[in-house]
């Protein structure tokens, strides 16, 4: 059973930044792609980024272009989620996803595992 834990969420001021870690365990990850999404109040869950296990590539969403860097860790099985310049539209809860696929995927749909997310407020 794969199970996903994150960390790292807490209050951070703009500007400032902030490194989320996602724990992944119960299989091996090579073929899989792995995602980091966030919601916020009332709204739908978004992706913001992802990145295929087995060449590390990865994919951002526009609004967070530059300023987050997701990256993954064979060694520890750990995704992470760096993020930089903070601005208070990217407070949400932030959740960790998986997906068996060779293909990059941006929508929550297409994810299978899900962590329990760890929430990120940014004070302006």
Do not use: H
Request: glycine share 10%.
């Amino acid at each position: 059973q794969v199970q996903l834990v994150e960390s790292g969420g807490g209050l951070v001021q703009a500007g400032g930044s902030l490194s989320l870690s996602c724990a992944a365990s119960g299989r091996t990850f090579s073929g899989y792609v792995m995602g980091w999404f966030r919601q916020a109040p009332g709204k739908e869950r978004e992706f913001v980024a992802s990145i295929r296990w087995i060449d590390g590539r990865t994919y951002y969403a526009d609004s967070v272009k530059g300023r987050f860097t997701i990256s993954r860790d064979n060694a520890k099985n750990t995704v992470y989620l760096q993020m930089t310049s903070l601005k208070p539209e990217d407070m949400a809860v932030y959740y960790c996803a998986a997906v068996r696929s060779a293909w990059a995927q941006f929508s929550p749909n297409a994810y299978d595992y899900w962590g329990q997310g760890t929430r990120v407020t940014v004070s302006s």
